[in-house]
């Protein structure tokens, strides 16, 4: 059974940099029938998809946050990482990570981490 | 973007009841919908992928119909574990994934 992790800083400052990796264990399979993705959900709001990347290594980005965007996946180390620039309070949120599945019309996010709360404060 | 809209946005029932939640798109997604848990404290789970179909392992009172723009989660017989937050998913623009605001089903 797959499982995920999310790690990283609880705090970062405004103006600075978001860095969270996703640790990936158990039945870890690198097919073109997934993908991972990270999502995040400020407090009180909706979920919202901040970005994907494929097994072919192309990365896929929200386009609201597309200038500020990294996600990268280390295969060797079974984990994958998001990097998020310029962080303003509006960035606060419970940030996960999931693998997406590769349906055959469809794509769907399982399974997920159990997230972690990332607060923009000086 | 395609919005995803919910309702109701909580929900009071009880052990045994059944119930129904709404998920609307702004526009026509035919059945890309996906369905989830979230329970406190554990990451949140995928019942239902295409709208209606059923995630391995998720209990068969879990049922999910609609297509188009209108779609919705029936629990029936509700069990003291399905009180949580449900959310839906839209996978039509698979580069601009929305999320619907979630549903609060209390007992």
């Known amino acids: 059974q797959l499982q995920l992790q999310e790690s990283g800083p609880g705090l970062v400052k405004p103006s600075e940099t978001l860095s969270l990796t996703c640790n990936v264990s158990?039945?870890?399979?690198?097919?073109?029938?997934?993908?991972w993705g990270w999502i995040r959900q400020p407090p009180g709001k909706e979920m919202e998809w901040i970005a994907s990347i494929y097994y072919s290594g192309n990365p896929y980005y929200n386009p609201s946050l597309r200038s500020r965007v990294t996600i990268s996946e280390d295969t060797s180390k079974k984990h994958f990482s998001l990097k998020l620039s310029s962080v303003t309070a509006a960035d606060t949120a419970v940030y996960y990570c999931a693998r997406g599945v590769v349906g055959t019309f469809i794509h769907w996010f399982d399974p997920w981490g159990h997230g972690t709360l990332v607060t923009v404060s000086s | 973007d395609i919005q995803m809209t919910q309702s109701p946005s909580s929900l009071s029932a009880s052990v045994g009841d059944r119930v129904t939640i709404t998920c609307r798109a702004s526009q026509s997604i035919s059945s890309y919908l996906n369905w989830y848990q979230h329970r406190p404290g554990k990451p949140p789970r995928l019942l239902i992928y295409?709208?209606?179909t059923l995630q391995s392992g998720v209990p068969s009172r879990f049922s999910g119909s609609g297509s188009g723009t209108d779609f919705t989660l029936t629990i029936n017989n509700l069990q003291p574990e399905d009180f949580a937050i449900y959310f839906c998913?839209?996978?039509?623009?698979?580069?601009?994934?929305?999320f619907g605001q979630g549903t609060k089903l209390e007992i």
């Open positions: 998913q839209q996978s039509y623009s698979t580069l601009q994934y929305t």
């Open positions: 158990g039945d870890y399979i690198r097919s073109s029938s997934y993908f």
């Open positions: 295409a709208a209606s």
